[in-house]
Each structure stands twice: as C-alpha cells, then as structure tokens.
C-alpha cells in the first residue's frame, strides 16, 4: 500500500473523439463554395481585362469592323515625346492625380469624425444615420445635374444668396475656373459619397474593445489620447479598406467632370476615364482607349499594393 501510494499517477490520456464527417466531403469543397465568385470574377473582371489587352494590341474600329495589329504600338505612342495621344492623356492622368490629392483626405477624415460622432448616444441618431447615407444612393447623374444648376455662374442658387446676402460681391464661376472648378468636384463628391465611408467606420467602431476604453479612462487618458491610442489601432483594417476604396473610386472619376464642368476650364478637370471614353466613343479609337485602360488599370494596382504593403508594415 506504502508503495502504491508513492507511486506517481499515470496522465489518463484524452479520449480521442471521433469527428462526424459530412457525406461527400472532399478536398474540392472549398472551390466548390469559391466556384459563384470565380465565375462571376471571371465573367466581369478577368474576361474583359483581357479582352481590353486583346483590344489595346489593335487599331480596333467598332463601327467599320477593321482590327489590323498593331503590337505595342499603342503603348509606345503614349510614352514618345510629341504624339499628340500621349500628350492629352498624361494631361489627364495628371487631373485624376490632382483629384486623387484633393478629394481622398476629406473623404477618409471627414467621414470618421462624422462616424464618432454618431456613434455616440442621443436622441435621433437613427435619423441622423440616414440623413447622411440619403445622398449615396443616388444616381451620379441625379447628383451632378443638380449641383451644375446650383452653382451655374449666371442663374445658379448659390451665387445668388452668397451675394444677396453679401459674402460675395460678385458671382464665383464655381464650373469654369480654377480654382473653383476643383473644390466644386472634391465638395461635390464628398457630399455624395460621404456615407458610404461613415457606415464602413460606424461598424469599424462597433468592434472597438469597451473594456480597453474604459480602462483607458480608468488611468486618466483624456478623449484624445484614447482615441489615439485605443481606437485608432482597432481600426487599422478599416482604414486599409477605406483607403483602398476611396483611392480606386477617385481614380475612376468620370460623371462628375463630364456633367459639371465638362472639363473646363480647358481640359484642366478632365480626367482619365474621360479622355479614354472620349478616345474611344468620339473618336472611334478603341486600341488606343484599351491601352491608356491598361496603362491606368496597372496604376491602381500599384497604389493599391503600395498601401497594403504601408499599412501592414506599420501593423507589424
């Protein structure tokens, strides 16, 4: 008894369960809950992706139906000196940049002030919430339509109260001068696409750890430093996909430059898309179309890896 009572005891070992197995199971399930993406990411991203690079290696004529081949002749025409292609499109890749620039900051800072706010607690945050999400669903036709008749410079709504009410003396051609011809588009954009962001940092902010805040102000932190210190590091992964997203949408700015400004003044707001719908609509010029497409898709491809890359560094 001595003996068997000094005697280490033996580790029972886990009882090994037997996991029930789903009939049919295979290593060829997960593509088979893939396969509806893979086939619409094929059928809408991948399959005209390559039919455009299809294209841009053409002079392609739609409407006469001749497709002689032409190579990267193209491509080329856009980086030699003096073509007349190359020039108007790097003109236009230079106003998209400029909108990039001005319309990305407020479009990423403004929304989260907004998002922190409604994300506190007072009566008719709801209504509220909606308010500020009403705009994105409309159209960007509805939008631009209406914001080119409220600030035309001759009969447009607000010229007219700014000098009735005299901050103006006289009315600010707000579509065909610069500098106004920028802060129309960047305003213009951001009173519409405004909520879409907000939403995306109002459920960003819906999983910020509570016990961290609270025990942030438990040790004395102001509002500022929890949130800099407490929010902010919670909503990395928001803040890639916020500006990923904004950066492709302002890169692909087209409805409100052809439909309030129309480019002016000059081609000075007339951006990529537009030129590269213009070359190949107006003009009948699809190769050349296909290839600034190209040239401009592979651009926010680049941005878009260079901000993961950034953002993931900095998380590490």
């Given at each position: 008894m001595?003996?068997?009572?000094?005697?280490?005891?033996?580790?029972?070992?886990?009882?090994?369960?037997?996991?029930?197995?789903?009939?049919?199971?295979?290593?060829?399930?997960?593509?088979?809950?893939?396969?509806?993406?893979?086939?619409l990411?094929?059928?809408?991203v991948?399959?005209?992706?390559?039919?455009?690079?299809?294209?841009?290696?053409?002079?392609?004529n739609?409407?006469t139906?001749?497709?002689?081949?032409?190579?990267?002749?193209?491509?080329?025409?856009?980086?030699?000196?003096?073509?007349?292609?190359?020039?108007?499109?790097?003109?236009?890749?230079?106003?998209?940049?400029?909108?990039?620039?001005?319309?990305?900051?407020?479009l990423?800072?403004?929304?989260?002030?907004?998002?922190?706010?409604?994300?506190?607690?007072?009566?008719?945050?709801?209504?509220?919430?909606?308010?500020?999400?009403?705009?994105y669903?409309?159209?960007?036709?509805v939008?631009?339509?209406?914001w080119?008749?409220?600030?035309?410079?001759?009969?447009?709504?607000?010229?007219?109260?700014?000098?009735?009410?005299?901050?103006?003396?006289?009315?600010?051609?707000?579509?065909?001068?610069?500098?106004?011809?920028w802060?129309?588009?960047?305003?213009?954009?951001?009173?519409?696409t405004?909520?879409?962001?907000?939403?995306?940092?109002?459920?960003?902010?819906?999983?910020?750890?509570?016990?961290?805040?609270?025990?942030?102000?438990?040790?004395?932190?102001?509002?500022?430093?929890?949130f800099?210190?407490?929010?902010?590091?919670q909503?990395?992964?928001?803040?890639?996909?916020?500006?990923t997203?904004?950066?492709?949408?302002?890169?692909?700015?087209?409805?409100?430059?052809?439909?309030?400004?129309?480019?002016?003044?000059?081609?000075?707001?007339?951006?990529?898309?537009?030129?590269i719908?213009?070359?190949?609509?107006?003009?009948?010029?699809m190769?050349?179309?296909?290839?600034?497409?190209?040239i401009?898709?592979?651009?926010?491809?680049?941005?878009?890896?260079?901000?993961?890359?950034?953002?993931r560094?900095?998380?590490?």
């Amino acid at each position: 008894m001595a003996q068997s009572a000094t005697r280490p005891l033996a580790r029972a070992r886990p009882r090994e369960v037997d996991r029930p197995r789903v009939a049919g199971s295979s290593a060829a399930t997960p593509y088979l809950f893939l396969a509806p993406f893979l086939v619409l990411f094929g059928v809408f991203v991948l399959g005209p992706s390559l039919y455009a690079l299809w294209i841009s290696l053409h002079e392609w004529n739609y409407l006469t139906g001749d497709q002689p081949w032409t190579g990267l002749a193209n491509f080329t025409d856009l980086f030699e000196a003096g073509t007349a292609s190359g020039r108007f499109f790097w003109q236009s890749m230079g106003a998209t940049g400029k909108f990039v620039l001005f319309s990305v900051p407020p479009l990423v800072l403004v929304p989260l002030g907004v998002a922190l706010v409604l994300n506190a607690k007072f009566p008719g945050r709801n209504f509220f919430r909606a308010v500020y999400f009403a705009p994105y669903v409309l159209g960007v036709a509805v939008v631009s339509l209406t914001w080119r008749f409220l600030l035309d410079p001759a009969i447009g709504l607000v010229n007219f109260y700014l000098t009735e009410w005299g901050i103006i003396d006289t009315p600010i051609a707000w579509t065909n001068s610069l500098p106004w011809a920028w802060v129309t588009l960047v305003l213009v954009t951001v009173w519409w696409t405004l909520g879409f962001n907000t939403v995306i940092y109002l459920a960003g902010l819906q999983d910020v750890s509570r016990d961290l805040v609270e025990a942030a102000r438990v040790d004395g932190a102001s509002r500022w430093q929890v949130f800099r210190h407490v929010t902010v590091p919670q909503l990395r992964n928001v803040f890639v996909f916020v500006i990923t997203v904004t950066i492709i949408a302002s890169a692909n700015m087209f409805g409100q430059s052809y439909m309030i400004t129309q480019g002016a003044p000059g081609d000075e707001t007339r951006t990529a898309i537009m030129y590269i719908a213009q070359e190949g609509f107006q003009f009948k010029r699809m190769g050349n179309a296909a290839a600034m497409s190209v040239i401009l898709g592979l651009f926010l491809a680049a941005l878009g890896a260079l901000n993961f890359a950034v953002f993931r560094g900095r998380g590490e």
